[in-house]
């Protein structure tokens, strides 16, 4: 199985390189049109700010060619972030694979923090990524902005408010937390997105 990983200098492709290699899959790292396409999987990872991201992905024709693949495609992060509509972050207009906005958490109580950092829960909705979930499971987050709930959403998360902890539209899949950062539940959701 061929798995290419999106190349635009986002800051955990290692975490997501090593995540793979544990289920036995040597990923290509590439900003190449011909190579993505040409993959079996996709995956669009991120850590990173929004805007100057669009504006690199842009540049090199990206947006497109995420946008044009036909194939299964895992965004992480602030790669599910991109492809919804917009972002609050820097006034972003994103990929609009998911047609909802992304908005910046706002702090009610004292105790809230943002950045949403650490464990959490997510309850699966949709059950392609979350095959073998009979329960709520813990996962690892580390975001300033989150997704509301929508037709897409395909598990929840509460933090401050409930959110889309992963989304899901015919061929593009996405999960706000880091499953190659959340252990075996992590792996699990991965190994589902290679399988689908």
């Keep these: 199985m061929k798995v290419a990983i999106v190349k635009y200098n986002a800051g955990n492709i290692h975490s997501v390189t090593n995540g793979l290699k544990r289920l036995g899959i040597e990923a290509v790292l590439t900003d190449s049109a011909e190579e993505l396409a040409g ?18 992905l842009r540049e090199h024709n990206l947006d497109n060619i995420i946008k044009g693949l036909r194939q299964p495609v895992l965004g992480i992060c602030l790669g599910q972030q991109l492809m ?18 992304v908005l910046k958490f706002k702090p009610q109580r004292h105790e809230d923090k943002v950045p949403h950092m650490g464990w959490n829960t997510v309850r699966p909705v949709d059950r392609q990524l979350f095959k ?22 395909a598990a929840v998360t509460e933090y401050i408010v409930p959110f889309s902890a992963s989304l899901h539209r015919d061929n593009f899949y996405a999960t706000q937390f880091h499953p ?8 699990r959701i991965l190994q589902n997105f290679l399988d689908i």
């Excluded at 993959?39 to 690199?56: C, Q, R």
């Excluded at 919804?84 to 906005?101: A, N, Q, W």
């Excluded at 073998?132 to 959403?153: A, L, M, N, R």
Aim: proline share 6%; hydrophobic share 30%.
């Design 39 to 56: 993959a079996d999987k996709v995956i669009f990872p991120g850590v990173g700010e929004a805007s100057t991201t669009m504006k690199y």
């Design 180 to 187: 190659e950062k959340s252990g075996a539940a992590g792996e």
């Design 132 to 153: 073998g979930f009979d329960k709520p499971e813990f996962v690892y987050f580390v975001h300033s902005f989150y997704i509301p709930e929508c037709q897409w959403t």
């Design 84 to 101: 919804c509509s917009h972002s609050e972050e820097g006034g972003t207009d994103c990929l609009g694979i998911f047609d909802v906005p």
